[in-house]
């Protein structure tokens, strides 16, 4: 058997034991579940191998393995097909599609603060923003990242109820950062896809864009958050130093720009995942509407007849709870 045949076989060995987790014991986390059969590998390079695999986990959830659930793992992927669609221009441009064909009122950079229904308001729900606008209507649609939410970022007043609080704490709320780095010219292979680094001490995943000479590094879950403390020179040195062992002859890049999601008050963060102990419970906890009906919750994390944490759950999310409120204001 070559390293990678053994490789695979340890990883269905560890995602057996993942799978295969007794549902009636107490939630653990994926990292604890895998650590015994882990360190029995004793092959450095094996060890890296299996581990650059166990990243791309990390990769996708944004949280370290330390940190996801095993009893939810892969729960949060519903019944979504293969990613197969990216859209020109960004999904920006397909959002000003729908509400330039339907002609409605979004208004942009507009920060709400405070979110009031007061006993004396007659159930009406009232919304401030940050340069000082109200607005009132019947019922509210929340869609903030749940990383705003964690982070108490809008006021509410009755407060959020506690067993909303408790699902928004419970919930994984991930840290996907990119960096962007352009060259001059290309010093890598011009038919890679990817770039992986493996080192003892950290994983380094890169996407090739050959015809703009950048390279994008993703960078997760506390890696990530690691990141986000050093300055966009730092960053990119580090980035420099450990690609240029693989390719001395690279010049430094002329362009880069560092993402910083977690530092980001308007996301806190990028996508949720299922933390140990969270599970599809805290995500239906978390789409339950509150304030008697007056406040409705939608967004990636509330997506609980199918994915966590893609454009598609957000989007089915929004259209479950417009369907919702369409139904009242008729009946009302
Ligand atoms: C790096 C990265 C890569 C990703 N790749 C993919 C992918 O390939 N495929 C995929 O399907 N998904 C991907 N996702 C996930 C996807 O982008 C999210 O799941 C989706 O955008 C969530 O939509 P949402 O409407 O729930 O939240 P968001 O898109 O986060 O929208 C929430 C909005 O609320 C606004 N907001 C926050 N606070 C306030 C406030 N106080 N007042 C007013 N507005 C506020 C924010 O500005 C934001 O516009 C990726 C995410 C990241 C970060």
Same mark, same amino acid.
């Given at each position: 058997?070559?390293?990678?045949?053994?490789?695979?076989?340890?990883?269905?060995?560890?995602?057996?034991?993942?799978?295969?987790?007794?549902?009636?014991? @107490?939630?653990?986390?994926?990292?604890?579940?895998?650590?015994?059969?882990?360190? #029995?590998? @004793? %092959?450095?390079?094996?060890?890296?191998?299996?581990?650059?695999?166990?990243?791309?986990?990390?990769?996708?959830?944004?949280? %370290?393995?330390?940190?996801?659930?095993?009893?939810?793992?892969?729960?949060?992927?519903?019944?979504? %097909?293969?990613?197969?669609?990216?859209?020109?221009?960004?999904?920006?441009?397909?959002?000003?599609?729908?509400?330039?064909?339907?002609?409605?009122?979004?208004?942009?950079?507009?920060?709400?603060?405070?979110?009031?229904?007061?006993?004396?308001?007659?159930?009406?729900?009232?919304?401030?923003?940050? $340069?000082?606008?109200?607005?009132?209507? #019947?019922?509210?649609?929340?869609?903030?990242?749940?990383?705003?939410?964690?982070?108490?970022?809008?006021?509410?007043?009755?407060?959020?109820?506690?067993?909303?609080?408790?699902?928004?704490?419970?919930?994984?709320?991930?840290?996907?950062?990119?960096?962007?780095?352009?060259?001059?010219?290309?010093?890598?292979?011009?038919?890679?896809?990817?770039? %992986?680094?493996?080192?003892?001490?950290?994983?380094?995943? !890169?996407?090739?864009?050959?015809?703009?000479?950048?390279?994008?590094? !993703?960078?997760?879950?506390?890696?990530?958050?690691?990141?986000?403390?050093?300055? $966009?020179?730092?960053?990119?040195?580090?980035?420099?130093? &450990?690609?240029?062992?693989? !390719?001395?002859?690279?010049? $430094?890049?002329? #362009?880069?720009?560092?993402?910083?999601?977690?530092?980001?008050?308007?996301?806190?963060?990028?996508?949720?995942?299922?933390?140990?102990?969270?599970?599809?419970?805290?995500?239906?906890?978390?789409?339950?509407?509150?304030?008697?009906?007056?406040?409705?919750?939608?967004?990636?994390?509330?997506?609980?007849?199918?994915?966590?944490?893609?454009? $598609? &759950?957000?989007?089915?999310?929004?259209?479950?709870?417009?369907?919702?409120?369409?139904?009242?204001? #008729?009946?009302?």
């Amino acid at each position: 058997m070559d390293l990678i045949d053994q490789a695979e076989s340890i990883l269905q060995q560890l995602f057996t034991a993942i799978k295969q987790y007794p549902r009636e014991k @107490e939630d653990i986390s994926i990292f604890n579940v895998i650590r015994d059969e882990y360190d #029995k590998i @004793e %092959d450095e390079k094996m060890r890296r191998i299996v581990g650059m695999c166990l990243a791309a986990i990390e990769d996708h959830e944004g949280s %370290d393995l330390t940190e996801l659930s095993t009893k939810s793992y892969g729960v949060a992927d519903g019944n979504l %097909d293969a990613p197969v669609l990216t859209i020109d221009n960004g999904l920006g441009s397909f959002i000003k599609q729908i509400v330039n064909r339907h002609n409605l009122p979004v208004e942009l950079n507009t920060i709400v603060t405070h979110i009031e229904i007061s006993n004396q308001s007659n159930g009406i729900v009232h919304i401030s923003t940050l $340069d000082g606008r109200h607005y009132s209507s #019947k019922y509210v649609l929340i869609t903030i990242p749940l990383g705003c939410l964690k982070a108490r970022s809008i006021v509410f007043n009755p407060s959020i109820p506690d067993w909303k609080l408790l699902a928004v704490d419970k919930m994984g709320f991930g840290l996907l950062n990119k960096v962007f780095l352009q060259f001059s010219s290309i010093f890598w292979e011009e038919n890679l896809q990817n770039i %992986d680094i493996i080192t003892n001490h950290y994983y380094q995943f !890169y996407i090739c864009m050959p015809e703009s000479c950048i390279l994008v590094l !993703y960078a997760a879950g506390s890696y990530a958050r690691e990141f986000e403390q050093y300055t $966009d020179e730092e960053t990119v040195q580090t980035l420099v130093t &450990s690609l240029g062992r693989i !390719y001395p002859l690279m010049t $430094d890049p002329i #362009k880069w720009l560092v993402t910083r999601r977690a530092h980001d008050p308007y996301a806190c963060g990028s996508y949720s995942n299922f933390a140990v102990g969270a599970d599809l419970e805290t995500v239906k906890e978390l789409a339950r509407e509150s304030h008697d009906g007056g406040v409705h919750w939608a967004g990636e994390n509330t997506n609980y007849s199918g994915s966590i944490g893609y454009v $598609d &759950s957000a989007f089915e999310s929004g259209q479950r709870e417009a369907k919702y409120i369409q139904e009242k204001l #008729k009946q009302s």
